[in-house]
């Protein structure tokens, strides 16, 4: 309980719940937290949008349901401060569980460590609280089993459990699919080229990767939505061309990005690994790590996948030329440490008063209140990262656009705020179309200063966040 492991493990989820201190607002939480709500409180998972009247009644698919309802249930029990609770928890098991991973690949507590740093890292530019951070812990959870089955193949039995949860709280479930097909294929395939080998596998070790493969697909239609749901990360990557293109977290990396250098730094660490340690890179892991790598070097995003993937291979690599820890532990000094280490991270954990003030600096907070008040009825033309707060805050008012990209994709809309937003077409042709009557825009809006000068329209109404338009 007291050992230099544990110690360190702890000393990862106080990193983390430091950095998440200031974490809490993030624009997709809120129309998850009211899509929680509404299924809470309804029984039922909606089939089509509810939110916008320029997609409402369209066709959707709730992908993301269970992972919802356990953000609303977090919020429920308390407030912003479970939410923020919500955080921790999986958070901090992701980070754990990849650190769980690397310790079994190297022995070697310290790699481990620093290999999981590397993983939060790169998982920065997508810490929110969001559906996503639970698919990522399933994938670090997936990956310690497979690590575990190779010395007891019972564990395998674990994995089709985990798929039927996995595939109703988040889409990643498609990258542990492809994890473990990738496992399968290699368990047929022995040699050595290079410093590359392949470990091959028993006939029985094949057949149980073979069913566990087969029984986890099967395992992605336990859920209510049908074959929309199992489908929904191929609809995303063929079907939702504007959503990949004008979304920042789908746009590729920034090189003036630390987050980027580190990543590049670890795919080139790798090669050099081998050759100076003359280590040898199993088939499996170099499929895979190309395989992130390419995600991530394509969209910002995967950053998250790549680091908890490519981890625990970097670990395996370098835990022979790091330093190992002592076999005398020190029970008392961990004791004191990790004494300390829940004292920090229970200080740093925000009141509800620092979340007020972190939401009021990031949300139209004050424009909604004025809306309220002057009596101000839409059609509502509203920011793109206003979308999921207003949906929270003025459901009483159908958004234009919110961050659910794929209905307003499918529908075209996304494509025509996006012409508005840039003045690729006169603006008014939208505001007309749609009938427009209230505009509310970030106040550094470059349509802050278009909308001054056409016809009909005044504004009402500004502050530090939001700038209110109406016709």
Sequence with gaps: MFSFRVLLALGLVAVYVLTIANRFNDPDLWFHLKLGEIMWNTHRIPTADLFSH?????????????AQITIYAAYRLGGYSGLMGWFTIFGSALLVLVYAVGYRQAGNELGAFLVAI??????TIGLAIRPQLMGYAFLAAELLL??????????LWAIPPLFAIWVNCHGSYFFGIGVLAVHWICSFV???WGFIAAEGGSAGERRQLGWTLAVSVLALFANPVGWRLVLYPLDLMFHQSTNLSAVAEWAPPDLRDGRTLAMLAAIMGIPVACVLLRAELKLRELLLVVAVS??????????????????????RLLGSELRRSSDREHPVVNALL?????????????AAGDIQSQI??????????????????????NEYVFGGYLIWALPEEKVFVDGRTDVFDWTGVLAEYGRW??????????????GIRLCLLTKDSPMVRVMGYLPNWRKAYRDEVAVVFVR
């Design 190 to 192: 022995k040699g050595k």
């Design 421 to 434: 937003a840039t003045l690729s077409e006169d603006p008014q042709i939208l505001l007309d179309k749609y």
């Design 338 to 350: 990790i004494l300390a280490m829940a004292a920090v991270s229970i200080r740093a954990f925000p």
């Design 360 to 381: 009021a600096k990031s949300n139209p907070v004050a424009a909604v209140r004025y809306i309220r008040l002057a009596g101000i009825r839409g059609p509502m033309l």
């Design 146 to 155: 497979l690590d575990r089955a190779a010395r007891n193949r019972r564990f």
């Design 54 to 66: 320029t997609a409402y009644g369209h066709p959707w698919t709730a992908h993301e349901w269970l």
């Design 118 to 123: 590397l993983a939060f890292f790169c998982g």
């Design 294 to 315: 390419w995600l991530a070097v394509r969209h910002i995003r995967m950053m998250f996948v790549f680091g908890i993937v490519v981890s625990p291979v970097l670990c």
